[in-house]
């Protein structure tokens, strides 16, 4: 999964889902509508910890890189999808240097970080331990979310981390922990979204963003943001299916 990895930190254009879906099947159809990658949602579906192997599997099916956005900042949690095979992970709620600092560490093998040594699936159940060991630093992506008003303030600090590859918006957290909900605080919000972008962009890392449309990712774009999550398979399958209907009832008008 290097070339994914090189690929984000080299800010090519990126487009992925999130999987909240918990069952293979879901995984499945997603990869293969061709995503360019797909984050397993840990931290807000009812996803269980022995299902995450199954929907890495399901992704690796179709070769699609799959990451995981982890419940939190718990090393065992990282530790447990990065065993299981994901190409790397999205850790929320990032509000610190610290915070980022451990998430680095959590993710790397010795001497970059104190990852533990496993013999789970990415590592062939540690028939291929050996390969695995020499190529994980360099090919796990983690990206660290800033979505809370501490890590707004705090962003120059977290960005200039060694070893975080992209810095991920969610604006919906960020816009409540900021006061900018609402029609009324989309000027607030986007200047907080164009302040993360320019730290991140100024350390050197690559900016990501959730949106649950393509309606302004050419506006985001512009700004430098490379890598986005667009909706979530439970969002695109309800879109599709009210779509259908509506088209449905009018035709049966006309």
Known sequence: MQDFRNRCIERDFIVGTFAAIPHPVAV????QAGPEFICVDWEHSQISRERIEDLLRAADVHRVPAIVRVPGHAPEA????????AAGVLVPRVSTAAQARTAVDATRYPPLGSRGV?????SGYGYRMPGYLERANSDLLLAVQIETADGLANVDE????????????GPADLSVSIGATGPAGQEQLHKAIETITAAALKAGRAVGIFRPTADDIGHWRGIGISFYLLASDTMFLGAAV???IAKARASAET
């Open 242 to 244: 009210a779509a259908g």
């Open 118 to 122: 496993g013999p789970g699936r990415a």
């Open 28 to 31: 499945e159809v997603t990869a």
């Open 158 to 169: 977290i960005a200039a981390v060694d070893g975080v590859d992209v810095i991920f918006i």
């Open 78 to 85: 990282i530790a447990a999808v990065l065993d299981a095979g």
